[in-house]
């Protein structure tokens, strides 16, 4: 199975600073089809997970500019530009290129 | 409104039974990919299967082969897993999802396996 491993596990952010969360793979995430099916989630407290970014860099529906994604092939960034309160909680990538889907071990974002 | 509401999950003890219903309102799972993700504290997000809509292909992980088993109802735009021989490292809480990405996620069931 592919493993992704995120850095750091914890990320304390001062509100209004930006944030960055890395996600490496151990394999390409580079699809057949030419496309990298890398995502990016947010689980707030007591929900469930919800997706930020999709392959990679489009952000899903209803999701804040501040939140982009980037990266190619095994290196992948999730970056918010000034975290806000709302924005505590863990975040996951996960790959979904190769079966089984994998997930990250989890950011979790708190503020100073 | 596009909704997944899972349901079905329970305490049983090892060796038992669970079957677990997610019913989808605001698309049509007809043509698409679902998916079951569960999540451990030990073993965090896990895709355990997914099933194409019109139920053809379906993908496992390796430690549930031959032990759980997806299924569709289409006609009425719900997703099923049926859980036998369960253990306790199948303890978790299950989630069902629009996609191999887990697109749109449901709340959530709890199954413990424990005697």
């Known amino acids: 199975d592919v493993v992704m491993t995120q850095s750091p596990l914890s990320l304390p952010v001062t509100l209004g600073q930006p944030a960055s969360i890395s996600c490496r793979s151990s394999?390409?995430?580079?699809?057949?089809?030419?496309?990298?099916?890398l995502h990016w989630f947010q689980q707030r407290p007591g929900q469930s997970p919800r997706r930020l970014i999709y392959?990679?860099?489009a952000r899903a529906s209803g999701v804040p500019d501040r939140f982009s994604g980037s990266g190619s092939g095994t290196d992948f960034t999730l970056k918010i530009s000034r975290v806000e309160a709302e924005d505590v909680g863990i975040y996951y990538c996960?790959?979904?290129?190769?079966?089984?889907?994998?997930f990250g071990q989890g950011t979790k974002l708190e503020i100073k | 409104e596009v909704q997944l509401v899972e349901s079905g999950g329970g305490l049983v003890q090892p060796g038992g039974s669970l079957r677990l219903s997610c019913q989808v309102s605001?698309?049509?799972?007809?043509?698409?990919?679902m998916s079951w993700v569960r999540h451990t504290p030990g073993k965090g997000l896990e895709c355990v299967a997914n099933i194409k809509g019109e139920g053809g292909d379906k993908n496992y992980v390796e430690s549930v082969k031959g032990r759980f088993s997806i299924s569709i109802d289409n006609a009425n735009n719900s997703l099923f897993l049926q859980m036998n021989s369960l253990r306790g490292d199948d303890t978790a809480v299950y989630y069902c999802?629009?996609?191999?990405?887990?697109?749109?996620w449901g709340q959530g069931t709890t199954v413990t396996v424990s005697s």
């Open positions: 605001g698309f049509s799972i007809r043509r698409i990919w």
């Open positions: 392959q990679v860099s």
């Open positions: 394999q390409s995430l580079v699809s057949g089809d030419g496309n990298t099916y």
């Open positions: 999802g629009r996609g191999w990405e887990m697109g749109v």
């Open positions: 996960m790959q979904s290129t190769h079966w089984p889907g994998t």
